[in-house]
């Protein structure tokens, strides 16, 4: 009987896997979709272990809301891979790339990337060196341009002011 309860939640995952909403054609929308299917049928898979009865059913309905809640938060933070790529390109744009010169980076699992150019470094009112900069992000076959002054700080890292 167990098993075919589980069969009966995976492919209810399975057809709720094809209705997520991937906003905008992206992949982000998929994993937290994907996080949240699969950490639900998880939750719901641990849950059926306890209780009796009524009991039992409540427990499932516990653990798939629990799984799904935790696999929802897993899937958006494989997204600030992005971000971890695009500021180690920053940094090294900012403190070692000569005027002009494009840092590039790229996610190899989603696919997005993009590229830094810093300008000339000068030393603002306040002491701190600072580079104004070109950022293109690539994310899902859209180029996004901004613009915008990075300063170092006293610990030697880099902070975007503008």
Same mark, same amino acid.
């Given at each position: 009987? @167990?098993?075919?309860?589980?069969?009966?939640?995976?492919?209810? =995952?399975?057809?709720?896997?094809?209705?997520?909403?991937?906003?905008?054609?992206?992949?982000?929308?998929?994993k937290?979709? /994907?996080?949240?299917?699969?950490?639900?049928?998880?939750?719901? /898979?641990?849950g059926?272990?306890?209780g009796?009865?009524?009991?039992?059913?409540?427990?499932? =309905?516990?653990?798939?809301?629990?799984?799904a $809640?935790?696999?929802?938060?897993?899937?958006?933070?494989? +997204?600030?891979? +992005? &971000?971890m %790529? =695009?500021?180690?390109? &920053?940094?090294?744009a $900012?403190?070692?790339?000569p005027?002009g010169?494009? #840092? =590039?980076? @790229? *996610?190899? +699992?989603?696919? *997005?990337?993009? #590229?830094? /150019?810093?300008?000339?470094? %000068?030393?603002?009112?306040?002491?701190? %060196?600072?580079?104004? $900069? #070109?950022?293109? /992000?690539?994310?899902?076959?859209?180029?996004?341009?901004a $613009?915008?002054?990075?300063?170092?700080?006293? +610990?030697?890292?880099?902070?975007?002011?503008?």
């Amino acid at each position: 009987m @167990r098993g075919k309860k589980f069969s009966a939640m995976v492919m209810a =995952a399975v057809i709720l896997v094809g209705c997520t909403n991937t906003r905008g054609g992206g992949n982000s929308g998929m994993k937290e979709g /994907v996080g949240t299917i699969l950490g639900g049928v998880g939750g719901a /898979v641990v849950g059926s272990q306890f209780g009796k009865g009524n009991g039992q059913l409540a427990m499932v =309905a516990t653990g798939t809301l629990l799984g799904a $809640f935790l696999g929802n938060q897993i899937g958006q933070s494989l +997204d600030k891979a +992005d &971000a971890m %790529y =695009a500021n180690r390109a &920053a940094n090294q744009a $900012f403190e070692t790339a000569p005027s002009g010169t494009s #840092t =590039a980076w @790229r *996610n190899p +699992d989603s696919g *997005n990337s993009g #590229t830094i /150019v810093p300008k000339p470094a %000068y030393q603002a009112a306040g002491g701190e %060196y600072c580079r104004e $900069f #070109t950022q293109t /992000v690539n994310v899902g076959g859209r180029a996004q341009e901004a $613009f915008g002054t990075a300063c170092r700080q006293p +610990d030697g890292s880099w902070r975007i002011v503008q």
